[in-house]
């Protein structure tokens, strides 16, 4: 049987090793590169650096005003996460447990967002909306949009309502909760797993947010965040590449989505919440 198990999980344990060393490559060369000059980089001649350098990372961070870059991405991550769980949790709470007037419908735009993905299209009437409410030189309306963007929480959060049985709603109703303070004291700790989850996917997306910060900051470039401001490491004085740099900065970047991974990592695997009434 020992013999059996051992040819039967070989095969499994051989692919999620290949798959784990092609997710982790380019990160491994990144960081080699980090330590390099920009002439080895270019060239690419060998693997590890000749000699390392460290001052990148010192370059970088004062070159790119990293304190301000990552507050600014800390600030918009934090408070679209925050956002994105309470619009999505709310929204997902109404549909799975209300019938009301136009459901089917609303069920439907939000998967009709999943799908059709229309991109750099909705730029100019978002930044027009933001510019209406005044909010166009402000990080908010960056966040504001992300929020809206929250399709895949909803779709995530309402499969894990499904598994919590409607009886403890009923139950919290006897004991004398309404249907909003069951949803705050009795559903909402439930979902505990699911919203780390949300959380962790939607602190990464708007992590790696480009595209609005960059339009949202153009007047404004002290409201870049990370992303944005490790572009502009790409080229020094005279307008010479220095990819090392930008290596080094995105080096520095991944590290608060590593603290959110590790902190968000038991409820990542525990996909599942149960509970028991007496």
Known sequence: ??????????????????????MLFPIVIALLGSFK??????????????????????????????SGFTFNSVYVAVFTTIGT??????????????????????IFLQSFTLFISIGAVVLKPQFNLMVAIGL?????GVIIILISAHATAFFMIIGFFRGIPKD????????????????????????RPALAVVALFTFRNAWNEYILPLVFS???????????GLANL???A?????????????????LPMLIVYIFANRSFMQVTAGSVKG
């Open 1 to 22: 049987m020992t013999i059996r198990k051992l040819l039967v999980r070989t095969p499994v344990w051989i692919l999620l090793i290949i798959t784990a060393g092609l």
């Open 37 to 66: 000059t920009n002439l080895e980089l270019t060239t690419g001649a060998t693997v590890f650096p000749l000699k390392w350098q460290f001052q990148n990372y010192v370059e970088a961070w004062n070159k790119a005003d990293f």
């Open 168 to 191: 403890l709603d009923e139950a919290a109703l006897i004991d004398g909760c309404n249907f909003y303070s069951t949803f705050w004291r009795i559903i909402l700790p439930l979902l």
């Open 234 to 236: 790409r080229y020094g």
């Open 218 to 228: 153009l007047s404004r470039p002290d409201l870049q965040t990370l992303p944005v």
């Open 238 to 254: 005279g307008a010479a590449v220095e990819n090392q740099l930008m290596l080094a900065g995105a080096c520095i970047s991944i």
């Open 136 to 140: 166009q030189k402000s990080l908010w």
């Open 85 to 106: 769980l309470l619009v999505a949790a709310m929204a997902a709470y109404a549909v799975d447990r209300v019938a009301f007037r136009g459901k089917k419908l609303f």
